[in-house]
């Protein structure tokens, strides 16, 4: 038995799966993201830590005989490493308030050095804005998974994994460790930073509920997919994110990143595409518009229009990885008219997950699958009109959590896909014009 932490942006999921995958505990709690100003978003490392007791407790039903853990990757927390108390609110990945920082950074060296490109999303500046003012002196950096890893072992490791590291604009592709020319960058001194370890790896023994069991595989989200799928995927969580492994190199548009590796595998890597907002979207047509109960709801609403009735949603940022994004661009709904309704707005907000991910996949090499998983993937008119408009078949996992699974399958130290769930052909062509021409009203 594996205990799979998957602690997300939105809340924590922990899975109690056994050799086979097969999910024998569930446990779930919410985490609250607090927004202090337009553009930030951070989450309380207290809260992140107290989710993870939650949605552990309520998974254990039996004895897990180790833990894998896979998180939002870019998202960035600064503790104090003598009392372990953070000394501020994490910053979360989605935050926006050091653009303008990365408007100044060499993007050339960047790009050739870490195979990213100088964004707010990434957690270098992230990091620099927490540090503003602080003595470094007996403070410690990381990411969730190295929170979660202090915390797990009470402050005697202090790790992270190469999929992790490779996020922060810290980290060199190529030999996978800290870069001092990087460092001296972005002002970051080496003693704040974890150590980096191979993805299916031995980080401790942690405490947990009064436990003692060794933590042997950490991803980040994406990478962890990535691994339970076998190769190439989407996840459609608060974010759409694309990955394919691959050694080639990266396109225009196309970012390239670690891949997860078990100890004993070669370095290995991945193409990667980013779309910031679809789950999220729903979101907020349930907590910030009121137009529904429930996520749930968005299937049938959908499939109640026979068309969209011309209106498409283009959510604040169109993605980073396809060929139109822009940094800072603000949302649109477009083609409203008096006889729109919530329906319009939720089918309009699907949509957009779909026409996103084909954004993205504009930008990659070719596909004759599509791998699907996450949380929204339960929606079928979705994975049907993803594969519309692909006109490739969509083929979702059996068990939608796939970055939960992938780490479990990291702690297990086994490579291989997990079980495929139900498959969508395409059935009709789709014209994305209507979509383009959203987009470029957004960002014109």
Known sequence: MILAIDQGTTGTTCLLVDEE???????????????????????????????????????????????????????????????????????????????????????????????????????????????????????????????????????????????????????????????????????????????????????????????????????????????????????????????????????????????????????RHALEGAVFVTGAAIQWLRDGLGLIGDAGETEALAASLDSNGGVYFVPALAGLGAPHWRPNARGTITGLTRGATRAHLVRAALEAAAYQTADVLDAMPPLDLLRADGGMTRNRWLMQFQADVLGIPVVTAREPEQTALGAALLALGERRASPAGERFEPQRSVDRAGWREAVRRTLH
Do not use: M
């Open 21 to 267: 995958l097969t999910i024998h505990g569930r446990g779930y709690a919410e985490l609250p993201q607090h927004y202090p100003r337009p553009g930030w978003v951070e989450h309380d490392p207290e809260e992140i830590w107290q989710s993870v007791l939650a949605a552990a407790e309520q998974a254990l039903v039996t004895e897990p005989e180790a833990i894998g853990i896979t998180n939002q990757r870019e998202t960035s927390i600064l503790w104090d490493r003598t009392t372990g108390e953070p000394v501020a609110n994490a910053i979360v990945w989605q935050d926006r308030r050091t653009a303008e920082r990365c408007a100044e950074l060499p993007a050339d060296l960047i790009r050739e050095r870490t195979g990213l490109v100088p964004d707010a999303y990434f957690s270098a500046t992230k990091l620099e804005w927490l540090l503003r003012g602080r003595e470094t002196r007996d403070l410690a950096f990381g990411t969730v998974d190295s929170w979660l890893v202090w915390k797990l072992t009470r402050g005697r490791v202090h790790a992270t994994d190469e999929t992790n590291a490779s996020r922060t604009l810290l980290c060199s592709l190529e030999t996978l460790e800290w870069d001092g020319e990087l460092l001296e960058l972005f002002g970051v001194p080496r003693e704040l930073l974890p150590e980096i370890r191979p993805s299916g790896s031995f980080f401790g023994e942690a405490e947990l509920l009064g436990r003692t069991l060794p933590i042997r595989g950490i991803a980040g989200d994406q990478q962890a997919a990535l691994f339970a799928a076998g190769g190439a995927k989407a996840t459609y969580g608060t974010g759409s994110f694309v990955l394919v492994e691959t050694d080639d190199t990266a396109g225009h548009g196309v970012l390239r990143t670690a891949a997860a590796r078990l100890e004993g595998e070669p370095a």
